[in-house]
């Protein structure tokens, strides 16, 4: 039996996804690898010709010119262009989309009511704010929804799903959401970068220094999901009294890590806040 006659029950509905660039293609390689969808019942569409190619030559699935017949094959759309080309997108679409259809949309500070006033008609709508380490399947997504019945909530979190963790929030959490989960990659990365030159500086050769800084912060995080202790208390596990990681940490104090990234989490909020776009 090939994948496709398979039956593919967890996501029970064709999904198109408008815009194949980074996050687009990280939602097609995610649905394919999980198998919760069959390639039969998911597309996908972009402006430049050799992305269509590229798309569905390696992801074999039909990667369309026209967002039309996209809308038109789905029963599910996901809306993954640039905030900027939105507006273009919707008007070209919304003759074709109905209250039959759900539309996920991720495009960073486009609000609900603007899809909605946009659109001019009562669509099913998710948003969603996804973070870049759904490209290996480790993402953080928050999911907020009107006129969403459970079934399409099921759908959405199944798709987010198959590229990382899931949780449903308020849409008025997004602002935040963005300056924590969808910024916090950058902050994360440089951490590590930060602890690599700290490994050269103390004689450790690049390329095993960056393996035990990347390392170091993937267990970490890690032992924060799977023991739900707090940080502080696994911090304590690794201090021991009048031990080597104090002196470490006495100096992170100095530096005021943690009050930098409250500060980027809060700045990036607030600029997160001002891009909004509403009307
Ligand atoms: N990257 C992230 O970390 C991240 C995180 C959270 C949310 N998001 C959101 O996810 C969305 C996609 O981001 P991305 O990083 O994947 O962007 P991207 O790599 O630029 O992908 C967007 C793709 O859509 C294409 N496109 C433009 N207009 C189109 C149209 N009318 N019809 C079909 N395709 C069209 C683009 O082509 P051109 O390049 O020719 O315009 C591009 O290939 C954005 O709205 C962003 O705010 C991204």
Same mark, same amino acid.
């Given at each position: 039996m090939?994948?496709d006659?398979r039956r593919?029950?967890v996501?029970? $509905?064709?999904?198109? +996804?408008? %815009?194949s660039?980074?996050?687009g293609?990280?939602? +097609?390689?995610g649905?394919i690898?999980?198998?919760?969808?069959?390639?039969k019942?998911?597309?996908?569409?972009?402006?430049?010709e050799?992305r269509r190619?590229?798309i569905?030559?390696?992801y074999?699935?039909?990667?369309l010119?026209?967002?039309? *017949?996209? /809308?038109d094959?789905?029963e599910?759309?996901?809306? $993954?262009?640039k905030?900027?080309?939105?507006?273009?997108v919707?008007?070209?679409?919304?003759?074709?989309?109905t209250?039959?259809h759900?539309?996920?949309?991720i495009a960073?500070?486009?609000? +609900?009511?603007?899809l909605?006033?946009?659109?001019?008609?009562p669509i099913p709508? /998710?948003?969603g704010?996804p973070?870049?380490?759904?490209?290996?399947?480790? @993402?953080?997504?928050?999911?907020a929804?009107?006129?969403g019945?459970e079934?399409?909530l099921?759908? $959405?979190?199944?798709?987010?799903?198959? /590229? #990382?963790k899931?949780?449903f929030?308020? *849409?008025?959490?997004?602002d935040?959401?963005? %300056?924590l989960? %969808?910024? @916090?990659p950058?902050y994360i990365?440089m951490?590590?970068?930060a602890?690599?030159?700290?490994?050269?500086k103390?004689?450790i050769?690049?390329? !095993?220094?960056?393996?035990?800084a990347a390392? !170091? !912060?993937? @267990?970490?995080?890690?032992m924060?999901?799977?023991?739900?202790?707090?940080? $502080?208390?696994?911090?304590?596990m690794?201090?021991t009294?009048? #031990?080597?990681t +104090?002196?470490?940490?006495?100096?992170?104090?100095?530096?005021?890590?943690r !009050?930098?990234?409250?500060?980027?989490?809060?700045k990036?909020t607030?600029?997160?806040?001002?891009? /909004?776009?509403?009307?």
């Open positions: 090939d994948e006659s593919f029950e996501i029970n $509905a064709k999904v198109g +996804i408008i %815009g660039g980074k996050i293609e990280a939602l +097609i390689k649905l690898s999980s198998k919760k969808l069959s390639r019942c998911l597309c996908a569409s972009d402006v430049r050799e190619k590229y569905s030559k390696k074999l699935i039909e990667c010119h026209s967002n039309l *017949e996209l /809308v094959k789905s599910v759309v996901i809306l $993954a262009v905030p900027n080309d939105v507006k273009k919707l008007h070209g679409i919304r003759e074709k989309l209250d039959k759900l539309l996920i949309s960073a500070g486009v609000t +609900i009511d603007f909605l006033k946009t659109l001019g008609k709508i /998710v948003r704010m973070n870049l380490p759904v490209l290996v399947r480790e @993402g953080m997504t928050v999911l929804s009107q006129n019945t079934e399409h099921a759908m $959405a979190r199944e798709i987010f799903e198959s /590229v #990382g899931v949780v929030m308020e *849409e008025k959490y997004m935040a959401v963005t %300056g989960s %969808g910024s @916090g950058a990365f951490v590590i970068e602890l690599v030159e700290a490994g050269v103390v004689g050769p690049r390329e !095993t220094s960056t393996l035990l390392q !170091t !912060t993937l @267990g970490a995080a890690k924060i999901l799977e023991t739900e202790e707090h940080p $502080a208390l696994l911090r304590e690794v201090t009294p009048g #031990g080597v +104090i002196d470490g940490i006495i100096q992170l104090e100095e530096g005021k890590l !009050t930098s990234i409250i500060n980027a989490v809060v990036a607030e600029r997160s806040r001002e891009l /909004v776009l509403n009307d």
